[in-house]
């Protein structure tokens, strides 16, 4: 049966595709592509009825955020997700310092539901929705 | 047409400084041994994405404005100031960050930079237990067990196993690479095997089935000759494809490993079976390896300094590395991710005595991260102008913090239209240093290596160095001006 949302720990983190697009510029599109998107178990997917490259809502208390959800290639990783680093990824992590100045990138619990219907914002779009600029 | 041989690349902490750029009228049109980070950067520096002029907030767009304007605005804006943030650094030579230290001072701010969104836990643990490190070339020749542990560096730092670790001919230790050809090679041929098998009882295959199991990779790998690589990832990487043994661990459970580690390296025995999602039993595989090594090295990255524990994590791997010295040769090295963030703290240090989140606000400097730090002040709506260089907290700060900083003047200095440039009041462009600028930059493991200027930077684009030293100018100029004001006042 398919579920409506489920439960996971979030991740951010470095890919190859996020370090080629940084170096491309930050308003580059291959900077939005790869950063736009969120690597999510198979077995995961197939439990929200989402398939490969569709959109998902990922929620966090910090805020939520549309991505498009992309199988992880390299085998199972149940109740993870993992966003690369960027400003989606930021509009939904966790800012707990624990007192040391380091915010917590990986491992906050978050929510995912499927959103097909819902548009991936660019970041020209995301930054004015966030911060009005 | 000329080459330039043995340029540095200004990418990521591995600072490979072999690399070959062929130079046509100004602009570089071929990289050599580069990897994808480095050819994109090489490549695209010149690209559309360029900051072409210094910009000014008015009316709430950016509008292009002369250089002295945008130099005069920027020294306004922090000679106003009583508690601005300098934020970044890690992506410019040491020349600009020892200005930047002047600027801190002259204006009483908090200059902070990458670290403490990197590896500032691993310091403050360095701090606590001080750190047994090697330089890389010591860990290329000599180095027979190597263990990246919450890091990828086929991703973040990609040409580091082919330079100074498994993949690389060291003096006393052969490369693997080959092995892992094989091992490639093997791979493929049992996929090719399963997909005719699946071929030919497609009607019949079962329902695939769930897996459970977090670990992968038959201990007995851990037993092969030569140089060894072991990973340890909540998932399985491209590093973690490659290596002799992988270890699937339970997200924010690293801590745990690490204890265990630490427990089986002094001998002692556990009654538990499982650790983190680990049977304890491909633990002493570990375990076994490392006491049993010749020389082992563990690079770690944000797996370990972001996750629960963050420098509580990286104080039990350097205990566990002392511990191991006892029995072998044992190092430990950040995997430093921007290519000059190490020379940000290493100049930080030598100028104030702090590596990061330094506070000039009493006239001294202060450092206490949790308090100092720019996330911490931003969180708390502390700050009251940020000036942003060579990095881009506009997208790798949590969106809390960043909503205080657009709220106050910001300044940003960086080559490319980024989101904190864009989220900017004043933005000035600079050039790439490393390409368009010379100087010296910080490699992961604290050595220095002159950068190359191979090309000129567009006309009217200034390095960041000569950019900081116009508005410390403007700066301590707008300070006299208020100063003969406020004594003609009295």
Redesign the interface.
Same mark, same amino acid.
């Given at each position: 049966m398919v579920q409506q949302k489920l439960r996971v %720990?979030l @991740?951010t !983190?470095?890919? %190859?595709e996020q !370090?080629? !697009?940084k170096?491309?510029?930050?308003?580059?599109h291959?900077y939005f592509e790869a950063c736009s998107m969120v690597y999510m178990d198979g077995?995961d997917m197939k439990k929200l009825g989402v398939k490969n490259n569709t959109n998902v809502l990922v929620t966090t208390p910090?805020?939520s955020v549309v991505l498009k959800a992309v199988k992880?290639p390299?085998? /199972?990783? /149940?109740g @993870?997700i993992?966003i690369p680093? !960027? /400003?989606w990824a930021?509009? &939904?992590?966790?800012?707990a310092?624990?007192? &040391?100045?380091? /915010?917590?990138?990986?491992?906050t619990p978050a929510e995912v539901e499927a959103a097909p219907d819902k548009p991936l914002l660019s970041?020209?779009e995301l @930054?004015k929705s966030?911060?009005?600029? | 047409m000329s080459i330039v041989k043995s340029v540095t690349c200004p990418v990521c902490g591995s600072l490979c400084d072999d690399i070959e750029l062929t130079i046509e009228n100004n602009e570089v049109v071929k990289v050599k041994n580069g990897c994808a980070m480095c050819e994109s950067k090489f490549l695209g520096y010149k690209g559309e994405h360029r900051t072409k002029t210094p910009l000014i907030r008015k009316d709430g767009k950016l509008v292009p404005v002369s250089m002295d304007e945008a130099v005069h605005k920027a020294g306004e804006i922090l000679a106003n100031a009583n508690y601005p943030i300098l934020y970044g650094w890690s992506s410019t030579n040491c020349e600009a960050q020892r200005v930047g230290v002047e600027l801190a001072e002259e204006i009483g701010g908090v200059l902070d930079n990458t670290s403490v969104v990197c590896h500032g836990p691993s310091i403050l643990s360095v701090q606590e237990v001080g750190i047994s490190t090697c330089t890389l070339g010591q860990i290329r020749h000599r180095a027979d067990l190597i263990i990246y542990w919450g890091c990828d560096p086929w991703s973040a730092h990609p040409r580091h196993l082919e330079r100074y670790t498994s993949f690389t001919e060291g003096k006393f230790e052969d490369s693997a690479w080959k092995a892992y050809l094989q091992k490639v090679k093997a791979a493929a041929g049992k996929k090719k095997i399963a997909s005719t098998q699946r071929r030919e009882f497609i009607k019949f295959r079962p329902q695939p089935q769930t897996q459970a199991c977090l670990v992968s990779g038959p201990p007995q790998l851990l037993k092969k000759d030569g140089r060894k690589l072991v990973v340890i990832d909540v998932r399985k990487s491209m590093t973690a494809e490659m290596a002799d043994y992988f270890i699937q661990v339970e997200p924010n459970k690293d801590f745990e490993i690490l204890q265990t580690l630490r427990a089986l390296v002094g001998d002692q025995e556990l009654d538990v079976d499982k650790v983190g999602g680990v049977p304890v039993e491909y633990l002493e595989e570990v375990a076994d390896a490392m006491v049993n090594c010749n020389f082992g090295v563990i690079f770690f990255g944000m797996g370990l300094t972001q996750t629960a524990g963050k420098f509580r994590n990286i104080e039990i791997a350097i205990s566990l590395v002392r511990d191991l010295n006892r029995r072998t040769k044992f190092v430990i090295m950040p995997m430093r991710g921007h290519f000059n963030v190490t020379g940000a703290d290493v100049v930080s240090t030598w100028q104030t005595g702090y590596p990061y989140a330094v506070d000039f606000s009493l006239g001294y400097p202060r450092y206490n991260p949790g308090e100092t730090s720019c996330v911490d002040i931003l969180l708390r709506g502390e700050s009251d102008a940020s000036l942003i260089i060579a990095a881009d907290p506009g997208a790798n700060f949590p969106k809390r913090a960043v909503e205080h900083m657009v709220k106050k003047p910001l300044i940003v200095i960086d080559p490319h239209m980024n989101a904190t440039a864009m989220l900017g009041d004043v933005v000035i462009p600079s050039a790439f240093a490393g390409i368009e600028v010379g100087g010296t930059a910080y490699r992961m493991d604290n050595v220095p290596l002159p950068l190359k200027k191979v090309v000129e930077p567009p006309e009217g684009i200034l390095p960041d160095e000569e950019i900081l030293k116009r508005i410390l100018e403007e700066v301590r100029i707008i300070k006299a001006q208020k100063m003969a004001q406020q004594s003609e006042a009295a």
């Open positions: %720990i @991740l !983190g470095r890919t %190859i !370090g080629v !697009g170096e491309q510029g930050k308003s580059s291959e077995g910090h805020g992880y390299r085998g /199972p990783t /149940p @993870l993992y680093y !960027g /400003p930021n509009a &939904i992590c966790s800012d310092t624990t007192s &040391i100045g380091m /915010p917590s990138f990986k491992g970041m020209a @930054l966030e911060f009005g600029r | -």
